[in-house]
T-cell receptor, first 113, second 112 residues
């Protein structure tokens, strides 16, 4: 399966600021996904990051709040913009490779104060 | 609607005893089902999946899951639990194109 490097692993940020999370994969993948896991909750899909086109956002998530880049087939970033305490969550990237299923990064634990 | 349910927030079991973590699903068409485990401060690790074929699926770390179409269930099982199995377990369903839907998670606590 793919190996994913996700950075940073954790951060504490001031409200009103932005944080960019990076996801690097050791092989080319078509599909990359970004999830949010709020405290004590399950995972919720934020968006699908498409190489060469705009990300596809799920209901309740918008590009202005969570801009995503996908410059190539091995890398993606998620930015959490204008943060508030409600954005405190674990953010995970995931990739899907045919025949290998889904692999997840180790997550970014974000605390907004 | 496509959904997956994990009816138990927490499962407690003594080390050496068999364990079961329950999962039921609702989907139109054939289900693709997955189990993931999350250890503290870690990402999700893949345990096993059911796509088609045998109803009993064997996965990592001695875990297995039984797909039951009539009961729309995909329960995770292990014959003999270890303390190190204590973690958060997620059942997931792939109802559409390339998108996973996760259950609410079940915390497994294995006591020595």
């Amino acid at each position: 399966s793919a190996v994913i490097s996700q950075k940073p692993s954790r951060d504490i940020c001031q409200r009103g600021t932005s944080l960019t999370i990076q996801c690097q994969v050791d092989s080319q993948v078509t599909m990359m996904f970004w999830y949010r896991q709020q405290p004590g909750q399950s995972l919720t899909l934020i968006a699908t990051a498409n190489q060469g086109s705009e990300a596809t956002y799920e209901s309740g998530f918008v590009i202005d709040k969570f801009p995503i880049s996908r410059p190539n087939l091995t890398f993606s970033t998620l930015t959490v913009s204008n943060m508030s305490p409600e954005d405190s969550s674990i953010y995970l990237c995931s990739v899907m490779r045919e025949g290998y299923g889904y692999t997840f990064g180790s997550g970014t634990r974000l605390t907004v104060v | 609607a496509q959904s997956v349910a994990q009816p138990e927030d927490q499962v407690n079991v003594a080390e050496g005893n068999p364990l079961t973590v329950k999962c039921t699903y609702s989907v139109s068409g054939n289900p693709y089902l997955f189990w993931y485990v999350q250890y503290p401060n870690r990402g999700l690790q893949f345990l096993l999946k059911y796509i088609t074929g045998d109803n009993l699926v064997k996965g990592s770390y001695g875990f297995e899951a039984e797909f039951n179409k009539s009961q729309t269930s995909f329960h995770l099982k292990k014959p003999s639990a270890l303390v190190s199995d204590s973690a958060l377990y997620f059942c997931a369903l792939k109802p559409g194109f390339q998108k996973l839907v996760f259950g609410t998670g079940t915390r497994l606590l294995v006591s020595p």
